[in-house]
């Protein structure tokens, strides 16, 4: 069972004993497959998990892979809205070491871009980086900004951040090379919880400016 492609230019490849990676080839067809996968779950070989990331999704625990890659390998998947999850509010204060040079870097105050990070609804696209780090999606491409060209070697667990054309908040401290808005006391991971991830995919997410407690 080696890659199959089809015209929709889906990639189905095995991985493992009993996974299939399939490449969509952008985060837009990687949501509208998402969704088309979570809406026919049911009528496909059982699995266990749908894991998206950038540009692909992993099968993981195939029932049938040899079946479930040729009913891929047809496969088409029309636009679709992403899939939405439930709504996570993150208060949010804006006192991050990268704030002021943001805001340069989008020529407004650190006001206005404290303003601009909570206007949109973000949805997180896929996970990933660390456990329990979502990378999320809906600022507009006007606000997309570079990793930091020098990474730091040790970020707090909180930080609210930006890179490129996502945001997303450290579940714990670690090296990143993201630019820092704020911070927030929400707990990303807790392995006392069910699930232990708070922002899983599809999860919508709105950052609330909050005062320093």
């Known amino acids: 069972m080696e890659g199959r492609q089809n015209d929709g230019a889906l990639t189905v490849r095995p991985v493992g004993e009993d996974a299939l990676l399939v490449t969509a080839g952008s985060a837009e067809r990687v949501a509208s497959l998402y969704a088309e996968l979570l809406a026919r779950r049911a009528e496909l070989p059982a699995v266990t998990e749908i894991v998206p990331a950038a540009c692909t999704v992993l099968l ?7 079946a479930l890659a040729r009913e891929l390998a047809g496969w088409a998947p029309p636009e679709r809205p992403p899939a939405e999850g439930p709504l996570v509010s993150v208060p949010t204060v804006y006192d991050g070491a990268d704030l002021a040079e943001v805001a340069d870097l989008w020529e407004v105050s650190p006001e206005a871009a404290m303003r601009i990070h909570t206007e949109p609804e973000y949805r ?37 951040a930006l890179a490129g054309p996502y945001t997303g908040v450290y579940p714990r401290s670690s090296p990143g090379g993201w630019q820092l808005l704020g911070h927030t006391a929400l707990r ?26």
Request: charged share 20%; glycine share 12%.
């Open 124 to 160: 997180v696209a896929f996970c990933g980086f660390a456990p329990g780090f979502g990378y999320l999606t809906g600022l507009p491409e006007r606000y997309h900004v570079p990793r930091r060209a020098t990474p730091r070697s040790s970020v707090p667990t909180g930080s609210v």
């Open 60 to 66: 993981d625990g195939v029932a049938d892979r040899a």
């Open 188 to 213: 990303l991971w807790d392995t006392g919880r069910e699930p232990a991830a708070l922002l899983a995919p599809g999860t919508r997410v709105r950052f609330e400016a909050v005062a320093r407690g």
